[in-house]
């Protein structure tokens, strides 16, 4: 085929031929031309035409290329050779090198129209952008770098040059190469990033000298060391700020000045900054987006009085910025001047203890005890994390030359804050130190905020890192920092314990600071303390667990602890190998290592399927070692053993080599899975003598709390709990979080400062199982509240859930349970129950599904409670009937710790529904007629409005004349509820044309308010809503429980024999003096007294510091 050529490049100069399928061609083709099989493409300047079948022309021939799928005949050759006869055609054996969708011939070697070398290869297709060019072994490479320092500039430039070298082979071609500076901003003058081109040359033609050097250089510098010279007689072309050089493998007409920075075809790249320190990173990440770490931009300026340049002394790697150093003397067309570097240097020195606290700073240097050892050519650079732009990472905060110093003649030397140092630092740090790092260099090398560099690196420390601050991936990869566990009202350092060995973090421990003298490598002892062995036959609430005690200090750090699991169905071989860095026991002393589970949450989780703990028999052993001398596979051993447990079952015989090697005659600790009727656990009665097996028992487990030890004879059940009162504590508040992210939390409201370690929570599925249990701790709060839920919610909740993702509390439906006794007594998929049950509330998301039957055992047969969680509101109690009651909750903001928000006569509204032909005789002397709207009413405002609508919303209602108008005021705990309500219910009373009760059908009228005058004085008082009951204490909260014993018994039943007494005569006067109007309207019953018309002064109950209002 042949296609004339209309129209002209586009603003990059791209002109593009192709199917309508590619991205936008300038001029489409048909897709059944195609050179897939091979062919050629030729483009010509001439008004000849061609015709299908005419051979190959180089009559005004412009640029051709050719493509040969497989071998190519004699013919063919002949007929391509026209097009390009000094070159061979691009020959392709595997047709998916081109024939899939990513890759094209790109032009990459040659810039010459009809090339002399093979200038296309196979690359990923770059449609309309600069194509993807290979570099090449043999390729040249920035190599020097000498930028006019600030004090030298206008008028004096003369000395800045870039050099580039091609390994020393000389008179290297540099064909199809391009020179780019990039401006990525000036810090000087507002620390504004750019990122385009103001310089290019081509280098295409051009090639090094004999020795392999090529610089382009300031016309002011000597002419004989210049290979290109750049006219510098007004401006530098190296100018200061940010600036980037990168070499390309491409023409340079494909960066004119403005075109952005790309890292595609680039051969070598290095960015330089000069000035302040605010550099910005977006230049590095478009030049250098592969750089691992932050070791990314290099540094120049002002840190020489003379001259001075960026020398590659540190390798021939390209696009790494860490090969080059700043040296002292310039040398371009000559070997770079890196005499200072010197790969072999060995020295015995050691950084052997460090304490990088700003205020108690110091690094002690150890020379193996030779003493006296010169540290000449030495220094200390101290890292910290340092923000540049909107990036923190890791740079040089404090740079310590140590020449012309010495170990001292027990051979150690400190640098530190303390006068009594050997060298002293002073000042303050501008950041917190993170790790240190000692170096054969000079500090010329490590200007101010260096990035921190592996190069001559001797030794390095690294303590608290971030994971924004990643100082131990540049210079010990592989390794992590080592916490001191400061924090805790002990100052503490890391010290060098296990082995001599230089940039090994594992040989370093917490410890007592010893600036100068021995490292204080002793700890805290730490014993096994509880173990829980999950057996793959037992359907438990507790999951196996390792406990280990440091006898209640308190904070102690674990670094250099190793756990190892020994089985002993497979040879006594270890299991598992369980480092402990960089961990430490809580406040009260515990570490707890476990699986992911619902009834705890563990320090340290391991595993996630199938079991850890051998369940059989075996031992678990406790090291103070370093966790690399330790494999999966090793035999057991007892070198720097702390502390061991060996145990087996009732039907195993004694392990003979795991009691030899970790308890010599003792006895290995039987397990029995009988002994309680749930979970067990091994847990140790005396503290702490290590590899002592008389001190362990069997018990219930306790992760994380004092272990439940008893006298002799080991318990073979667990000691009976006798329930409390129900008015002790009870649920107040549910949030179901329905949302990825939980918030969710369960809030228990009660006496304050009551032990709750007996009691426990439950959850209920919809269909009545229980599907998790948590057992609670410590004591309520002194305002009254007790949290259980995500560790996301604020305040923080006493006890919270293991996991911070997912939701625990059935977003469908359910219960949620509060007992007395212990979680482990209701097992996985249990059904409801009521034993030793205090409170419980049953709810649904789905007004037409009910919930199992859970409502008849858990709330005493009180209608579930249907809870709209489309909005972020909570299940909040309002009312108090009695325990175990759903109709004492409604739906309301969440308060998570604080009073609940509950329906108020601030937000009321009085409102009417009239019935239009209604019996008003009738109805004041009907109760059930009045019931039955009022239900009939609830429904279809909740049905409007979805929020939670109860009959604890009406209160002061009266049946007016005329024939029969309802009135009753409408509470809402905000005005946004109050205006929901109202909508609502006005849109109930005009969708009810008529309503049918108790058999009966009623015509509605329209109206809802004024349907006739209002009235505050009741015609006809109905049923109460709400009764304050004789037995529930009015005013205060109830003292917390004594004991359970038959005095306090009998003390508490004559009380309330008196208290009876007292309150019936109290009734008598009351009436007598007519303070109360005692007549047929208000009555007392078994459940208290019920008022059918409001006493003077009563607004409101206040009950168990909650206030409540009554309903007439």
């Given at each position: 085929m042949s296609q004339n050529l209309t129209g002209q490049t586009d603003r990059h100069g791209y002109f593009i031929v192709g199917h309508a399928s590619r991205p936008a061609p300038d001029i489409t083709i048909p897709i059944r031309y195609s050179l897939r099989n091979g062919g050629a493409v030729a483009i010509y300047e001439t008004y000849q035409s061609f015709a299908v079948g005419d051979i190959p022309t180089s009559v005004g021939l412009m640029s051709a290329v050719v493509h040969v799928l497989g071998s190519l005949s004699d013919a063919a050759a002949e007929n391509f050779n026209i097009l390009t006869p000094e070159s061979s055609p691009v020959i392709q054996t595997d047709p998916s090198d081109l024939t899939g969708i990513r890759y094209a011939l790109s032009r990459c070697f040659n810039s010459s129209l009809r090339v002399t070398r093979e200038a296309f290869h196979p690359r990923l297709k770059t449609t309309r952008s600069l194509n993807d060019c290979p570099s090449l072994q043999d390729d040249v490479y920035i190599n020097e770098v000498e930028v006019t320092k600030p004090q030298n500039f206008i008028p004096f430039v003369k000395d800045e040059f870039i050099e580039l070298y091609d390994g020393g082979r000389g008179n290297t071609t540099l064909q199809y190469l391009t020179l780019v500076l990039f401006d990525g901003g000036v810090p000087f003058f507002g620390g504004f990033s750019r990122d385009v081109a103001f310089y290019s040359l081509s280098l295409d033609g051009m090639k090094t000298n004999a020795d392999g050097y090529f610089v382009i250089g300031s016309s002011k510098l000597n002419q004989s060391l210049v290979d290109y010279q750049v006219d510098t007689s007004i401006t530098p072309f190296l100018q200061l700020g940010i600036v980037g050089i990168a070499l390309y493998r491409a023409p340079v007409g494909a960066f004119p000045i403005g075109a952005n920075a790309t890292s595609t075809s680039l051969v070598d790249a290095m960015i330089y900054v000069t000035g302040r320190q605010e550099a910005q990173h977006s230049l590095v990440d478009k030049l250098l987006p592969d750089v691992v770490g932050s070791g990314m931009v290099i540094e120049t300026g002002s840190w020489l009085e003379g001259h001075g340049s960026i020398s590659r002394c540190l390798g021939n790697e390209r696009l790494n910025p860490l090969v080059y150093i700043l040296t002292e003397t310039v040398t371009p067309r000559k070997s770079n001047n890196c005499s200072y570097i010197t790969p072999n240097f060995e020295t015995d020195v050691r950084i052997n203890e460090v304490n990088l606290d700003r205020d108690s700073f110091f690094v002690e240097l150890f020379d193996l005890g030779a003493g006296n050892t010169s540290l000449d050519t030495l220094i200390l650079v101290l890292y910290g994390p340092v923000l540049f732009g909107s990036k923190e990472e890791p740079r040089s905060i404090l740079v310590v030359d140590l020449h012309g110093e010495r170990t001292n003649a027990d051979g150690y030397f400190v640098v530190g804050s303390a006068s009594s140092s050997d060298k002293q630092i002073t000042g303050n740090f501008r950041d917190a130190a993170t790790g240190v790092g000692l170096y054969h260099a000079r500090v010329t090398q490590f200007p101010g905020s260096s990035l921190p560099s592996p190069q001559n690196l001797i030794d390095a420390v690294i303590g608290n890192e971030t994971s924004s601050n990643p100082l131990a991936g540049v210079l010990l990869p592989g390794q992590a920092g080592v916490s001191d566990g400061d924090g805790e009202g002990l100052e503490r350092s890391v010290s060098r314990c296990f082995g001599r060995l230089p940039l090994d973090m594992f040989a370093f421990i917490p410890s007592l600071p010893t600036p100068g003298t021995r490292n204080n490598c002793s700890r805290q002892l730490v014993v096994i303390n509880e173990i829980n062995i999950n057996h793959e036959n037992l359907a438990v609430a507790y999951q196996e667990f390792i406990e280990l005690y440091d006898g209640g200090v308190g904070h102690t750090p674990l670094t250099g602890t190793v756990v190892v699991i020994y089985n002993g169905d497979r040879q006594n071989l270890a299991a598992t190998v369980i480092p402990l860095n960089n961990t430490q026991t809580n406040a009260n002393g515990y570490f707890v290592i476990g699986r992911p589970n619902n009834n705890f949450t563990a320090d340290l989780q391991i595993g996630v399927f199938g079991q850890i703990i051998p369940d059989n028999k075996g031992a678990i052993a406790l090291y103070h070692d370093d966790s690399r001398n330790y494999e999966v596979g090793m035999q057991p051993t007892n070198t720097r053993l702390q502390d061991a447990v060996v145990y087996g079952s009732q039907d195993t015989t004694p392990n003979a080599q795991l009691i030899d090697v970790f308890i010599r005659g003792q006895m290995q600790i039987v397990e029995d899975q009988g002994f309680l009727n749930g979970d067990e656990s091994i847990v140790r009665c005396e503290c702490c003598q290590a590899l002592n097996m008389s001190v362990y028992k069997q018990s219930y487990p306790t992760p994380g709390r004092v272990n439940p030890c008893v006298p002799q004879p080991i318990i073979t059940t667990r000691p009976p709990l006798t329930p409390p009162s129900s008015d002790e504590v009870f649920i107040n508040e549910i949030a179901i979080e329905t949302h990825f992210f939980t918030k969710e939390y369960i809030e228990l409201k009660g006496t304050p400062s009551l032990a709750l370690d007996n009691y426990f929570i439950v959850l209920y599925n919809t269909e009545g199982l229980a599907y998790f249990t948590i057992q609670l701790e410590n004591t309520i709060g002194p305002d009254g509240y007790f949290l259980i839920g995500s560790p996301n919610i604020s305040p923080p909740p006493h006890v919270r859930f293991p996991f911070t993702i997912g939701s625990y509390i059935d977003e469908k439906g359910g219960a949620v349970a509060l007992y007395y006794g212990y979680a482990s007594d209701i097992a996985k998929d249990a059904g409801a129950t009521d034993k030793n049950l205090i409170d419980a509330v049953v709810f649904t998301a789905n007004a037409d599904m009910p919930v199992g039957g859970q409502a008849d055992v858990l709330t005493k047969g009180s209608e579930q409670f249907y809870a709209d969680l489309q909005r972020e509101e909570s299940i909040t109690r309002c009312y108090w009937q009695s325990s175990r009651n759903n109709k004492d909750f409604t739906q309301s903001d969440r308060t998570p710790g604080n009073s609940n928000n509950c329906?108020?006569?601030?937000?009321?509204?009085?409102?009417?529904?009239?019935?239009?032909?209604?019996?008003?005789?009738?109805?004041?002397?009907?109760?059930?007629?009045?019931?039955?709207?009022?239900?009939?009413?609830?429904?279809?405002?909740?049905?409007?409005?979805?929020?939670?609508?109860?009959?604890?919303?009406?209160?002061?209602?009266?049946?007016?004349?005329?024939?029969?108008?309802?009135?009753?005021?409408?509470?809402?705990?905000?005005?946004?509820?109050?205006?929901?309500?109202?909508t609502s219910f006005a849109e109930f009373v005009s969708d009810s044309k008529t309503l049918v009760i108790n058999g009966h059908t009623y015509q509605v009228d329209k109206c809802v308010e004024e349907c006739v005058p209002m009235t505050t004085v009741p015609a006809k008082t109905p049923t109460p809503v709400l009764s304050a009951t004789t037995k529930n204490t009015l005013n205060g909260t109830r003292k917390g429980r004594s004991g359970n014993n038959t005095g306090t018994a009998v003390g508490v039943t004559i009380g309330l024999i008196l208290f009876i007494i007292i309150g019936v005569v109290l009734v008598f006067i009351l009436i007598r003096k007519r303070i109360i109007c005692y007549n047929k309207d208000t009555r007392l019953t078994e459940e208290g007294v019920e008022y059918s018309v409001k006493p003077e002064g009563l607004d409101a109950l206040e009950f168990r510091n909650n206030t409540y209002e009554p309903s007439y």
């Open positions: 329906p108020s006569r601030d937000f009321k509204r009085t409102l009417q529904m009239k019935l239009t032909d209604a019996d008003f005789d009738l109805w004041q002397n009907n109760d059930e007629l009045l019931t039955s709207l009022r239900q009939i009413i609830i429904d279809g405002v909740n049905d409007k409005c979805k929020c939670g609508f109860t009959y604890h919303y009406i209160v002061g209602e009266v049946l007016l004349e005329g024939s029969v108008v309802y009135q009753a005021d409408f509470l809402a705990f905000n005005t946004n509820q109050s205006s929901l309500i109202y």
